[in-house]
């Protein structure tokens, strides 16, 4: 009787040591999962950081670019304006002449 009760208790034992253990696998494994999400997610936010570091590059290279575009167009306008002033006063400069012959056709 005693054997049998010892037993019994040996086996409720054993398998509440069954039991414990499935519990720390299970959690063992709950942790790695946790683990490597924390990990993708590390991997995203710092490709994520690269990504808008890049973005940031690009936006200061096209803002130089868009200076560099200005300030060109605004060389070529003020070259076309010294151009125009200058034809305007050859224009000019020929109407004087022309005017100081009467016989010449304008």
Known sequence: MQ???EREESESSR???EEDRVIR???REELEAIRQE???MRVA???ARHAAEEARHAAEEARHAT???VA???EALSTNLEQMK???NARSTLRELRGNNPGDVQ
């Open 3 to 5: 054997a049998e009760s």
């Open 15 to 17: 398998v509440l040591a």
């Open 25 to 27: 696998e299970q959690h």
């Open 38 to 40: 924390r990990e993708s």
């Open 45 to 47: 936010a710092e490709e």
């Open 67 to 69: 200076i560099a575009a």
């Open 72 to 74: 060109a167009t605004a």
């Open 86 to 88: 200058f034809l305007e």
